[in-house]
């Protein structure tokens, strides 16, 4: 038996941004069916609008700068950045309100700092930002689990959320909100669990597809299951809910497989992506119990994106042969 | 009693945070964030002055202008103490690291005109705070200055190499991202 001696150059195709970006989209069909199953069509609904509302945004600033257009529109960021964002918008929004976010996704959070590549702070989640305190109440519906709405057990097609019942109780222990409240399922929100799980799926796959490293989900979803673990006090009526329950409600699964691991707006470094992650998953817990929002994935993201260049500068790796060193800082100044 | 104190601290460096909710000290903000050490400099001399400062104008406000009766002249009596205070700084920074004094240049003397650093005073005084709060007060908005310049001057510096467009370039694209900074602040509305 011979082993086969290949000459180099070992060349291999690299991942283009347009791979990268057709893989994630074929990652976010599991959470997306998931969500059809559960809430509805207004999900898909979202999509049909936001896609072609992106790619005509892009072109118009694509025509404005001069680039040339097939190029970048082929790159399908944009999608992804649609995609994302009609994910994250309660499902039936109105037209108006995903037109504005995409606009303010594609035209301020991507072009005004120079496009692909450049952008510091992730579109999708500006434009999130931007429309839940611009508008409150539309941000603030959503979709009630089918099943609910056909057996019944509710009046109307939309509910708050597990995320946000549990923030306003304080008369129920957790287990009967578990037993009584339709909302809820078996491990967390009925129907959140599975869209969450999905989400999981998908992400596991871009993992194995090495489209992003480990560090960052891995450091949010233990740094969250950690911070809701130290503060599970069993299930009393002031509890802030058990690690599972975090871990998959809202926008968590979504959260750390599809916005943070974002090359561009994360930090740079394994290092860096570990600590990144870490205080994401800190700041998701901290909004979560204390803050006025049920869910906070958009908030973290904003504030460590914003956060992300210095996290670069203070984790920056070592050149291999040479020795550890400290960040460029001019010792005598101090 | 510990409690409060923790409370008025997380409320001065990140709920109000005197730059990104309050809009106040956007000079040094906008003017000292363009390179991170200068950026660190200016935070660690803002953080000095504006402890330093609250704690004399409390002084100044409690001792002198009370006992008297005059208290309608505290905004004209806490801007001769910050005046001071900086004077007091720029002597200290001088003789101890003149590199530092060189980059910070004309803005070690602007923090008297930081409307942060008089904000602090004359809010201490609004919100009856005591000797300690005022302290912690002046320690905490310090504390969330620095925060969020010297994160601004790591994301300009990175921003400098990005590919903005034209009408964009410099402090605009500046004023747009601490727009979006402080909208991921509103985040942190509700916490205390």
Same mark, same amino acid.
């Given at each position: 038996?011979?082993?086969?001696? /290949?000459?180099?150059?070992?060349?291999?195709?690299?991942?283009?941004?347009?791979?990268? =970006?057709?893989? /994630?989209?074929?990652?976010?069909?599991?959470?997306? *069916?998931?969500?059809?199953?559960?809430?509805?069509?207004?999900?898909?609904?979202?999509?049909?609008?936001?896609?072609?509302?992106?790619?005509?945004?892009? *072109?118009?600033?694509?025509?404005?700068?001069?680039?040339?257009?097939?190029?970048?529109?082929?790159?399908?960021?944009? /999608?992804?950045?649609?995609?994302?964002?009609?994910?994250?918008?309660?499902?039936?929004?109105?037209?108006?309100?995903?037109?504005?976010?995409?606009?303010?996704?594609?035209?301020?959070?991507?072009?005004?700092?120079?496009?692909?590549?450049?952008?510091?702070?992730?579109?999708?989640?500006?434009?999130?930002?931007?429309?839940?305190?611009?508008?409150?109440?539309?941000?603030?519906?959503? *979709?009630?689990?089918?099943?609910?709405?056909?057996?019944?057990?509710?009046?109307?097609?939309?509910?708050?959320?597990?995320?946000?019942?549990?923030?306003?109780?304080?008369?129920?222990?957790?287990?009967?909100?578990?037993?009584?409240?339709?909302?809820?399922?078996?491990?967390? $929100?009925?129907?959140?669990?599975?869209?969450?799980?999905?989400?999981?799926?998908?992400?596991?796959?871009?993992?194995?597809?090495? /489209?992003?490293?480990?560090?960052?989900?891995?450091? =949010?979803?233990?740094?969250?299951?950690?911070?809701?673990?130290?503060?599970?006090?069993?299930?009393?009526?002031?509890?802030?809910?058990?690690?599972?329950?975090?871990?998959?409600?809202?926008?968590?699964?979504?959260?750390?497989?599809?916005?943070?691991?974002?090359?561009?707006?994360?930090?740079?470094?394994?290092? $860096?992506?570990?600590?990144?992650? *870490?205080?994401?998953?800190?700041?998701?817990?901290?909004?979560?119990?204390?803050?006025?929002?049920?869910?906070?994935?958009?908030?973290?993201?904003?504030? =460590?994106?914003?956060?992300?260049?210095?996290?670069?500068?203070?984790?920056?790796?070592?050149?291999?042969?040479?020795?550890?060193?400290?960040?460029?800082?001019?010792?005598?100044?101090? | 009693?510990?409690?409060?104190?923790?409370?008025?601290?997380?409320?001065?460096?990140?709920? #109000?945070?005197?730059?990104?909710?309050?809009?106040? +000290?956007?000079?040094?903000?906008?003017?000292?964030?363009?390179?991170?050490?200068?950026? &660190?400099?200016?935070? @660690?001399?803002?953080?000095?002055?504006?402890?330093?400062?609250? !704690?004399?104008?409390?002084?100044?406000?409690?001792?002198?202008?009370?006992?008297?009766?005059?208290?309608?002249?505290?905004?004209?009596?806490?801007?001769?103490? &910050?005046?001071?205070?900086?004077?007091?700084?720029?002597?200290?920074?001088?003789?101890? @690291?003149?590199?530092?004094?060189?980059?910070?240049?004309?803005?070690?003397?602007? !923090?008297?005109? #930081?409307?942060?650093?008089?904000?602090?005073?004359?809010?201490? &005084?609004?919100?009856?705070?005591?000797?300690?709060?005022?302290?912690?007060?002046?320690?905490?908005?310090?504390? +969330?200055? @620095?925060?969020?310049?010297?994160?601004?001057?790591?994301?300009?510096?990175?921003?400098?190499?990005?590919?903005?467009?034209?009408?964009?370039? +410099?402090?605009? &694209?500046?004023? !747009?991202?601490?727009?979006?900074?402080?909208?991921?602040?509103?985040?942190?509305? +509700?916490?205390?």
């Amino acid at each position: 038996m011979s082993l086969l001696n /290949v000459s180099s150059p070992h060349a291999h195709r690299p991942l283009s941004t347009a791979t990268v =970006m057709q893989l /994630v989209l074929l990652a976010t069909l599991p959470g997306i *069916a998931a969500l059809s199953l559960f809430f509805g069509w207004g999900t898909l609904l979202n999509l049909a609008i936001a896609i072609p509302l992106a790619l005509l945004f892009e *072109a118009c600033v694509l025509k404005l700068r001069q680039r040339p257009l097939a190029f970048y529109l082929g790159d399908y960021s944009a /999608v992804v950045t649609a995609v994302l964002l009609a994910i994250a918008l309660p499902p039936h929004s109105p037209i108006w309100l995903v037109a504005i976010g995409i606009g303010f996704a594609i035209i301020i959070a991507k072009h005004l700092y120079g496009g692909l590549g450049y952008n510091p702070f992730n579109p999708a989640m500006v434009a999130y930002v931007v429309l839940l305190i611009s508008f409150p109440v539309e941000m603030t519906q959503w *979709a009630a689990p089918l099943s609910l709405i056909d057996s019944g057990a509710i009046d109307g097609h939309t509910m708050a959320t597990p995320l946000d019942v549990l923030k306003n109780n304080n008369s129920e222990l957790v287990a009967d909100l578990f037993a009584h409240n339709p909302g809820f399922g078996r491990w967390a $929100g009925l129907g959140w669990e599975w869209v969450n799980l999905s989400f999981l799926a998908g992400g596991c796959f871009l993992l194995y597809k090495r /489209v992003f490293t480990w560090h960052a989900p891995v450091a =949010m979803l233990s740094s969250l299951a950690f911070c809701s673990l130290f503060f599970y006090d069993g299930g009393s009526s002031a509890s802030k809910g058990s690690p599972l329950f975090h871990l998959l409600s809202g926008a968590t699964m979504f959260g750390a497989f599809f916005i943070i691991t974002d090359p561009v707006t994360s930090a740079v470094s394994n290092r $860096g992506r570990l600590v990144y992650g *870490a205080l994401i998953g800190l700041l998701l817990f901290v909004i979560r119990a204390w803050g006025n929002y049920p869910d906070a994935l958009a908030f973290a993201v904003l504030l =460590m994106n914003f956060a992300a260049p210095f996290i670069d500068y203070y984790t920056q790796p070592r050149t291999y042969g040479h020795k550890a060193k400290q960040p460029p800082s001019k010792e005598e100044s101090h | 009693m510990l409690a409060d104190y923790a409370l008025l601290l997380i409320s001065a460096v990140l709920v #109000n945070n005197f730059v990104l909710v309050q809009f106040l +000290g956007l000079c040094p903000f906008m003017g000292v964030s363009n390179k991170l050490e200068t950026a &660190i400099g200016m935070s @660690s001399a803002t953080t000095f002055v504006l402890t330093l400062a609250s !704690i004399c104008s409390w002084l100044t406000y409690q001792w002198l202008l009370v006992p008297l009766g005059l208290e309608y002249l505290r905004t004209i009596s806490f801007i001769l103490v &910050i005046a001071v205070v900086v004077q007091f700084t720029e002597m200290v920074v001088r003789k101890t @690291s003149p590199l530092l004094y060189k980059v910070l240049g004309v803005f070690l003397p602007l !923090i008297t005109t #930081n409307c942060a650093v008089l904000g602090v005073a004359l809010l201490n &005084i609004n919100k009856n705070h005591s000797f300690m709060e005022s302290a912690l007060y002046g320690f905490g908005a310090a504390a +969330g200055f @620095s925060l969020v310049l010297v994160l601004f001057a790591a994301m300009r510096e990175r921003l400098a190499a990005a590919d903005v467009p034209t009408p964009f370039k +410099g402090a605009a &694209i500046g004023m !747009i991202t601490a727009g979006l900074m402080s909208l991921a602040f509103m985040g942190f509305a +509700g916490l205390v």
